[in-house]
């Protein structure tokens, strides 16, 4: 009985992606690849050397980031990641960004 009820939504999502690919292939849009800023891949990888797997993959990790010129921008996914990076991992993030990059200026904020 419940199989029945999920069959029409396995149908539907099958069908969506198939026509949202049979769109992209009649209209050449290509896919959209995000590429992480080479500093934050940078200062992503000195932070790994300092913390455990487990805080660097629950509070760094998700952090995505924007750069522009003399500016690096991270934008945590939900607020609790926000307010922990801000109060326990901020100052670390600052001096292995002062290695990486030590004109730029470090924001964050919440998508």
């Known amino acids: 009985m419940i199989q029945s009820h999920l069959l029409p939504f396995k149908m539907v999502k099958n069908m969506s992606q198939a026509l949202k690919n049979a769109y992209r292939q009649n209209e050449r849009i ?15 990888e000195q932070m790994k050397t300092s913390l455990t797997d487990t805080e660097y ?11 522009t010129e003399n500016e690096l921008t991270l934008i945590a996914p939900a607020g609790f990641i926000l ?6 991992y901020i100052a670390q ?3 292995a960004l002062k290695k990486s990059a030590p ?4 924001y964050l ?3």
């Open 83 to 88: 307010d922990r990076v801000k109060t326990k």
């Open 103 to 106: 004109e730029a200026t470090l």
């Open 30 to 44: 290509p896919e959209r690849e995000e590429v992480e800023p080479q500093t934050w891949l940078l200062v992503k």
């Open 57 to 67: 993959l629950s509070w760094i990790h998700p952090l995505k980031a924007i750069e």
């Open 109 to 111: 904020s919440l998508s």
């Open 93 to 95: 993030i600052k001096r």
